[in-house]
């Protein structure tokens, strides 16, 4: 599938501090496993709605810490999915009376569009799960082979199921209580009540064909792949069975991202599938939660055609720790036009190398720390302060400080 175009991104002068982070699966912040390539893997868009800036807040928290390990000299092979076959996609289309196909192509496109408007770091790999069907019947054959999966008894709709005990450690990655996972498990997309499951949280591999729904023929019939699987197979065939980074929005951590650790870690062996489980946190509106159902969501297109820039809205982003639940309103927009404002007018008189080069080195510190973006841009408020009523010019200093924060923030000066 096609990504969208690379940004420039520049090579900011001196070195880059290695970077930790929060890993849900062990509950603590450490240094992040670093080789080359160093992979990451974030879960992409179901496009059946366009990217709002819940969407778009996650793929710039992730766009940080790609340019945090790009700082530190390393390659990084960033994978994400398209989920582009799915009930979601299906049943808008059929509310909206257009082919499910067309909805899905449409909202890619615009989800791209958006991407390249807030010039995120594409993927190298970016891939549709209809692209990857026969790689996911592959795992879905290995997991049958070696009895983490089933066939459910039902002569109409042979479903395959994976088994909820196939790993050891099943529940590491979330943390969460058993009650906590039935939860989760029915608002989410799961199916506890399917009758003919050997366990009400076995979570769902391969969908046998229905009427009216896309198909692909498999050694176990024809149907469609389930959703966790799919990233399970399109991630550690590109990343291998063990990599640096699985990624996604909170709400990701239970059932998908727990799933698909235990899809991978049963087929292929590996005891652990990603060295960290990084998560983002939810985007509030005037402090209701963001979400379609609600429709108070704000749309990254809408903003930018409104004339705010990409840069700004980065900014707003950036503002709150990427972990927390955050706010998103016309204040924290405003505030970080003003934000951008101040630190360009700082540029006119930007004060000495020597002091630019600190400034430099005090925000790497502070990213590689957690992403401690609040920290960042806290250090480069002091530093635009200081520059008031001063007049010299020092050309080094503004090609830096203008390096470091596009390099390293995505944000042009």
Known sequence: MKSWPYPDVPRVPGAGVPLALYDTADGEVREVEQGDPTGLYVCGITPYDST?????????????????????????????????????LFERAQRDGVDWRELG?????????????????????????????????????????????????????PDIYASVDATAQFGYESGYTPEEMATFFAERGGDPDRPGKHHPLDALIWRAH????????????????????????????????????????????????????????????????????????????????????????????????????????????????????????????????????????????????????????????RLADDLDSPGALAAIDRWAASREGQTAHNPAAVKLIRTAVDGLFGVRL
């Not at 807040?57 to 999915?81: C, K, M, P, S, W």
């Not at 993927?123 to 070696?146: F, N, S």
């Open 105 to 157: 192509t449409s909202q890619i496109q615009l989800f791209r569009s958006d991407m390249e408007e807030l010039r995120v770091i594409p993927p190298r790999d970016y891939v549709g799960a209809m692209e990857a069907v026969e790689e996911i019947i592959v795992m879905v054959q290995k997991l049958l082979d070696c009895g983490a999966a089933y066939v459910v008894d039902d002569d109409e709709f």
């Open 52 to 88: 709002h800036l819940g969407h778009a807040a996650t793929y710039l928290a992730f766009d940080l810490i790609h340019r945090q390990l790009l700082d530190n000299g390393h390659e990084v092979h960033y994978v994400q999915n398209v989920t582009d076959v799915d009930d979601p």
């Open 210 to 365: 229905r009427e009216g729904e896309p198909a692909w023929d498999s050694p176990f019939g024809p149907g469609r792949p389930g959703w966790h699987v799919e990233c399970s197979a399109i991630a550690t065939n590109r990343l291998g069975r063990h990599f640096a980074i699985q990624g996604g929005g909170s709400d990701l951590a239970f059932p998908h991202h727990e799933y698909s650790a235990a899809h991978a870690e049963a087929a292929l062996g590996c005891p652990r599938m990603a060295g960290h489980y990084v998560h983002a946190g939810m985007i509030a509106l005037d402090g209701v939660k963001m979400s379609k159902s609600l429709g108070n969501l704000v749309f990254v297109h809408k903003l930018t055609q409104a004339g705010h820039e990409a840069n700004a809205i980065r900014l707003g982003v950036y503002a709150s720790h990427y972990r927390g639940d955050r706010d998103w309103s016309d204040e924290v927009l405003a505030t970080a036009e003003k934000r951008l404002k101040t630190w360009r007018r700082a540029l006119e008189h930007p004060g000495s190398l020597d002091d630019a080069e600190a400034l430099v080195q005090e925000v790497r510190t």
